[in-house]
């Protein structure tokens, strides 16, 4: 079997916020099939064990790390956990949010501070500090920002959720420019359906059966796509093949965007 | 070493137009690291032959067919010839490109259309041809070499940026068309590359501008722009179509 060695992640350790379920997971998963040493940084402790004993099953070194990226003052000291199990550094995938299903009329305060502090807000300190720790050791790396479809196309169900995406689509641009210099590079991946806790509204809820038809309707690969299938992106962001990528968004969606 | 199995292309056969030069070539060899036979559709047969000694010490079945895109009918049998000695073809990158550049208040009507011909058309009816063999297995992929000039406007050689244009709306049209039959289509946007094509802009004052322009800091290497076709022309990337891949060192976002 060939496989070029530009899809290699041997050596390298990577980081996963809300790596132990959904979209997350997937890429988790993914990264350590091509090599890579994961650790996920997410809330949920026994997720967290599970995922951790499936990434061991690769042998090579993986952690988990309880971790609420909502609370500013946890991230910069996670990092450093792992710099100092796994190793430095090479990988930071920005992949922790959540929606609230509520429109702009019925948003508290606190609904809007909280979907941006986790979707946004903490991918750019979390960015911030693995790119200390980069550039003080003059090392490569890679940033991808798990965006979605919902950063481009208005909706009317999560406004919040829908900004927090765009802005982190904006935000990885931003950054691109920035660190490249620096030879980071910086890229999302926008996912469209998939089957995760996260779309269990839609995929569900009666209420939502009209919205679940159109959404589908509007796949030409006609059905919402698995975990799995955002680890090739993300792989090839991860990776050497991608080095000339930078500020790009990869959209995943079984062509959901362009119809 | 890791080998995803999601990126290896052993057992596809690949045909790349314009494969004996530039990016075209990056892709090939790129293809042929990956294990796939690839076959090179291009006219300059000195370069074709170069080009299938190279690929054949990859260690892939490899075929140059002569073919100049813009004559149609040449462009059913030559994709006849590449099925016949290395079997169903399962990827096709549009990549063969031809720039004029002239003035819009200058620009002949001959060399409109041969642009047009050789960058939009030929692309599409390679497709069609492509798309033909491919239903009947139910899976495969195509992928249309695009340019920054797919979304921005050139400053002269105004049918380049028109077919590259409408090349990005002939993949989502395909994307959508296709996906019922398994068959992704998407586009790969290279920025500014160090080929033949781009020698006039690799130095004075169009360079400065693009080395300003590019967060990269320099033109990218053909062989740069394999990560992406390999990504796209595998498994890796089964619910990824109608999609733009940017490979441009960040030029199109600053």
Not at chain 1, 50 to 59: C, F, H, Q, S, Y
Not at chain 1, 151 to 177: D, E, F, N
Not at chain 1, 211 to 223: C, F, H, N, S, W
Request: charged fraction near 20%; charge should be neutral; aromatic fraction near 6%.
């Amino acid at each position: 079997m060939a496989s070029p060695k530009m899809f290699d992640l041997s050596g390298k350790v990577a980081v996963v916020t809300g790596g132990n379920g959904g979209i997350g997971r997937g890429i988790a998963l993914g990264l350590a099939e091509a090599g890579a040493s994961v650790a996920i940084l997410a809330r949920n402790e026994d997720r967290n064990r599970d995922t951790l004993a499936e990434l061991e099953k690769t042998g090579i070194p993986a952690m988990a790390l309880k971790l609420d990226v909502s609370n500013r003052k946890t991230l910069k000291p996670a990092l450093e956990a792992v710099e100092r199990k796994l190793g430095p550094i090479d990988i930071l995938v920005n992949n922790a949010a959540f929606a609230i299903l509520k429109g702009v009329l019925d948003h508290t305060d606190d609904d809007w501070d909280s979907v941006m502090e986790t979707n946004l807000t903490s991918c750019f300190f979390l960015s911030k500090y693995v790119v200390q720790s980069m550039i003080a050791r003059k090392a490569a790396g890679k940033i991808i920002n798990v965006a979605s479809v919902g950063g481009y196309k208005g909706t009317p169900i999560y406004p919040s959720y829908g900004v927090s995406k765009g802005g982190l689509l904006q935000l990885t641009r931003c950054l691109a420019i920035e660190l490249a210099p620096h030879h980071i590079q910086v890229n999302s991946l926008a996912p469209g359906w998939t089957t995760t806790d996260m779309t269990d509204w839609i995929r569900n809820d009666p209420k939502y059966a009209a919205v679940k038809d159109e959404m589908i309707t509007r796949t030409p690969a006609g059905r919402f796509a698995d975990p799995s299938e955002m680890a090739g992106a993300a792989v090839f962001l991860a990776s050497h093949a991608s080095d000339f990528v930078t500020g790009a968004d990869i959209i995943v969606d079984g062509g959901f965007f362009i119809r | 070493m890791a080998a995803p199995k999601m990126f290896d292309l052993s057992g596809e056969v690949a045909v790349v137009t314009g494969g004996n030069g530039g990016i075209g070539r990056g892709i090939a060899l790129g293809f042929a690291q990956a294990g796939a036979a690839v076959a090179i559709l291009a006219r300059n047969e000195e370069k074709n032959r170069a080009m299938v000694d190279e690929l054949t010490k990859a260690g892939v079945p490899a075929l140059a067919v002569p073919l100049d895109v813009t004559r149609r009918d040449d462009l059913r049998p030559a994709m006849e010839a590449v099925e016949r000695k290395l079997g169903p073809i399962s990827i096709l990158v549009n990549n063969a490109g031809i720039a004029i550049m002239r003035s819009t208040l200058k620009f002949r009507a001959e060399d409109w259309d041969r642009v047009i011909e050789t960058n939009l058309n030929s692309c599409f009816f390679l497709s069609q041809i492509a798309a033909q063999s491919m239903v009947t297995r139910k899976r495969g992929k195509i992928i249309n070499i695009a340019s920054e000039y797919s979304r921005f406007g050139a400053q002269s050689g105004i049918p380049y940026a028109a077919a590259k244009g409408a090349l990005v709306q002939t993949t989502k049209t395909m994307a959508i068309e296709l996906a019922p039959h398994n068959i992704q289509v998407n586009a790969i946007v290279p920025g500014w590359i160090a080929t033949d094509m781009t020698v006039g802009a690799q130095s004075g004052r169009m360079f400065e501008e693009i080395i300003m322009r590019t967060p990269a800091g320099r033109f990218g290497k053909p062989e740069e722009m394999a990560g992406a076709a390999i990504f796209l022309a595998s498994h890796a990337s089964d619910f990824v179509t109608g999609s733009i891949v940017y490979v441009d060192g960040g030029y199109a976002i600053r």
